[in-house]
């Protein structure tokens, strides 16, 4: 294993896993806390057709990924903020819209792109040095404003209408979180996949919810969860040479299970029932 160790584009994948996991798993939080699960899947599928417009017209596909994920979280919550729809029913139909453009743009293409794939079910170990900085640099930004935020953010992730009533501008928080989950996606679609990053958005927070009360720590918990699985999940797809994504995402789901398995959370109402 030490050897694999050695080669640059190993080094590069585990960098790349390591920034990811730690980015997915704590905007999880927020994401988890706020009942906003569906949306990390809608915008996926957002940024894999801006990628695949991309491809098509040669375009920088990182960049249309981008815009075409900011496009539909915004459009997602301007709709629920008019009333007119709820949050899942508006992202459930740009979900299928964009999937469906972005399956219309492969279609397009004369010949077969190994690469829009790559970002379909994630391609970490051919992740080059200039995405890597890409992603370094989206990671960074991401979680400076996370941290910036954090008190606000975690106030209308519990109670949007409490946190406006006490003053936080409750409105203009939705949209940056909104906005943060969808550069957090883009930033992994090479990663683990359009099809995948949203479990790596959901997993890790939903296990360290299972081991704690205290949003420090299940924030703690979160990163180090997604940190530990998906550099784990890269060192196990080079050397068994099965696909990172799934490797990454299956490893987190046997954790998350062990987690429920032997939650304190779920301890106290067992002995709760019996007491009974």
Not at 23 to 44: E, K, N, P
Not at 117 to 130: I, K, R, W
Not at 180 to 196: E, N, P, Q, R, Y
Not at 207 to 225: D, I, V
Request: include cysteine; hydrophobic fraction near 55%.
């Amino acid at each position: 294993m030490l050897d694999l160790l050695a080669y640059d584009f190993i080094q590069r994948s585990l960098l790349a896993a390591a920034m990811v996991g730690g980015l997915c798993s704590v905007i999880g939080v927020f994401v988890v806390l706020r009942g906003l699960a569906f949306v990390g899947a809608g915008t996926s599928h957002a940024a894999f057709a801006g990628v695949a417009l991309g491809y098509l017209m040669g375009w920088p596909p990182l960049l249309l990924a981008i815009l075409f994920g900011l496009a539909t979280v915004w459009i997602t919550g301007w709709v629920e903020e008019r009333g007119r729809m709820k949050l899942d029913v508006s992202i459930g139909i740009l979900y299928t819209t964009t999937m469906a453009l972005g399956i219309l743009f492969i279609g397009l293409m004369k010949t077969y792109n190994a690469e829009v794939y790559g970002y379909l079910f994630g391609s970490v170990l051919s992740v080059t040095p200039e995405e890597l900085r890409i992603i370094g640099a989206l990671s960074v930004l991401v979680l400076s404003l996370l941290l910036l935020f954090a008190k606000e953010l975690y106030f209308i992730a519990f109670d949007q209408e409490m946190a406006e009533a006490s003053g936080v501008p409750a409105r203009q928080m939705f949209f940056l979180l909104l906005t943060l989950v969808a550069l957090t996606v883009v930033v992994s679609l090479k990663t683990v996949g359009a099809i995948l990053v949203f479990a790596m958005i959901l997993i890790p927070a939903s296990t360290a919810y299972q081991l704690t009360h205290s949003l420090t720590t299940l924030t703690l918990y979160s990163a180090f969860f997604g940190i530990t699985t998906s550099v784990s999940g890269v060192l196990i797809s080079a050397i068994w040479d099965i696909p990172s994504g799934p490797a990454i995402v299956l490893l987190a789901t046997v954790i998350f299970f062990t987690a429920v398995l032997f939650s304190p959370k779920r301890v106290r109402r067992t002995g709760a029932a019996h007491s009974h």
